[in-house]
């Protein structure tokens, strides 16, 4: 009887504990972008490192961006920090410093309330010396 109890209190914790968990996992559908790679192909030395990454939120409620994070400090992203409505975009500004020499490759990850929370974008492309 008393093994009875007791499991039936850890089968009560661990049931509750799914259910917070899924509150707190209550994610919004979906963020999609428009692209995922943008290369800039071979550009000179202080040419324009910037690019954009348009994404949509295809979500049935407000997709909120937390934090765009990049591999180096030699890439600086902007993001909205205000809710993107369902079924709206937003865009995500990428700049590179093209003061760096030789092919390179940078990854920029999104991380969001959607369901695919994490989201890698790339950037890259190669560098040479002004003529």
């Known amino acids: 009887m008393e093994k009875t109890v007791s499991f039936s209190i850890l089968f009560s914790f661990f049931v509750l504990g ?3 968990q899924e509150k707190l996992n209550n994610t919004n559908d979906s963020i999609v972008f428009e692209k995922t790679v943008h290369d ?3 550009i000179t030395q202080g040419g324009d490192g910037n690019c954009e990454f348009k ?3 295809k979500g049935k409620g407000p997709l909120i961006l937390n934090n765009v994070k990049t591999s180096c400090g030699c890439t600086v992203p902007e993001w909205p920090s205000a809710p993107i ?3 709206k975009t937003g865009i995500i ?3 590179y410093d093209t003061n760096r020499l030789g092919a390179f490759s940078k990854t920029i990850t999104v991380s969001s309330n959607a369901k695919n929370s ?3 974008i790339i950037i890259k492309g190669n560098i040479i010396t002004k003529p």
Do not use: D
Request: no cysteine; proline share 11%.
């Open 18 to 20: 799914l259910f917070a």
């Open 40 to 42: 800039y192909g071979t």
């Open 55 to 57: 994404f949509t939120n």
């Open 85 to 87: 409505p369902p079924g």
């Open 93 to 95: 500004k990428v700049k």
């Open 118 to 120: 994490l989201v890698a």
